[in-house]
Each structure stands twice: as C-alpha cells, then as structure tokens.
C-alpha cells in the first residue's frame, strides 16, 4: 500500500510540472510522506514516449 512507501524519486521533462505534481502528492500523502526528490531528465530513453515524468518507487514489504 501507499504506507509502505519509504521514498520516491521523480523524474520530469518540464520542473514546471512540479505545481501540479506537488498538489497530487499532498493529497496522495496527507500524513506521514515518504522522502523524494525530483530532477529533470530530458529522455526517459523509451521511443515514442509521451510522458511527462518517472517515478522510481520503494517501499518496503510488510511484515508476515
């Protein structure tokens, strides 16, 4: 789950597209958010790749 993530590292092609990624994600984590930081990255290295950014996420598995 959401509570399991520990970081998250964001990749964008625009930073202008950190405003709105930043409401996304005080929504997403209200209490407690994980650690992230974010760069630019001018080619996520997929051709024909329309996305705007990359999340690289960990978190750790619960407990048995």
Do not use: H
Not at 40 to 59: E, H, M, N, P, Y
Request: charged share 25%; no cysteine.
């Amino acid at each position: 789950t959401l509570d399991d993530v520990v970081k998250i590292a964001v990749f964008f092609k625009d930073m202008n597209d950190r405003v709105g990624f930043n409401k996304v994600w005080a929504e997403t984590f209200s209490a407690n958010p994980p650690a992230r930081y974010a760069i630019q990255a001018v080619d996520f290295g997929v051709v024909g790749d329309k996305s705007r950014l990359l999340l690289d996420i960990t978190a750790l598995a619960p407990q048995a």
